[in-house]
């Protein structure tokens, strides 16, 4: 079964610090890779996606993510906070063998709450 | 453009209780998902509608059910409620590809469902 993974439940860092939020997935082939954030109250908006190509991907509001197939991971960084990117991240995965019949499913990790501290 | 719509913006029922949340999809969107998403977690897909058919369904019991109509807007009716229903309701539409690609699927605000 599909499942993705996200290790970090919530992270605390400094305004101007690099972050680092973890993703992992589990599937047989390679997935369709996206990050979304939701503010408080809000709905998830898309920072970045993945379907093929360069591994390193970038996205909106400085976020980048690189996809690393032995790893089954896509981790989210950003060099540098801003205090307004605090926030839940969540990492999802659309399976590529589900790209005809399941178009747009898309399975969820629990998410990883981001605290900036000023 | 006025993005993905829903209404209620909250919701407040008792345990039996039947609920209809309402969704409009983006402007160029035909297909319309839900989610739940419990307190804590991360979103749970429960089905996604596509020429006023439901085309996949996610691990939940047949009280969750749905329609589409033809101006792609889309409803999710909930029966025989039950305290764990609470959640934030969440719709997403996107454009149908005829899976040539899957693309983004864009998020409503959500509808927040309270269940005493």
């Known amino acids: 079964a599909q499942s993705v993974t996200q290790p970090d439940i919530h992270i605390t860092v400094s305004e101007g610090a690099s972050l680092e939020l973890r993703c992992n997935y589990s599937y047989g082939a390679t997935p369709y890779l996206f990050w979304y954030v939701q503010s408080p109250g809000q709905g998830l908006q898309l920072l970045l996606k993945?379907?093929?190509?360069?591994?390193l991907v970038q996205g909106i509001k400085g976020f980048e993510a690189e996809f690393k197939r032995s790893q089954s991971s896509f981790n989210l960084r950003k060099p540098s906070v801003h205090w307004s990117d605090a926030a839940e991240y969540f990492c999802a995965v659309a399976p590529a063998a589900d790209r005809g019949s399941t178009l747009g499913r898309l399975y969820f990790g629990r998410g990883t709450q981001l605290t900036v501290w000023p | 453009d006025a993005g993905v719509t829903q209404s209620p913006t909250h919701l407040i029922k008792t345990r039996g209780q039947q609920v209809t949340l309402r969704c409009s999809p983006k402007s160029g969107h035909d297909t319309v998902s839900w989610y739940q998403q419990a307190l804590g977690q991360g979103p749970q897909f429960i089905f996604q509608y596509y020429e006023e058919e439901e085309r996949q369904r996610g691990n939940f019991p047949d009280r969750f059910s749905g329609h589409q109509f033809p101006n792609y807007s889309s409803e999710l009716n909930v029966n025989a409620l039950l305290l764990g229903d609470s959640a934030l309701y969440l719709c997403a539409s996107s454009p149908d590809l005829s899976g040539r690609l899957i693309d983004e699927q864009f998020f409503g605000p959500g509808t927040r469902l309270t269940v005493l």
């Open positions: 993945y379907f093929s190509g360069d591994t």
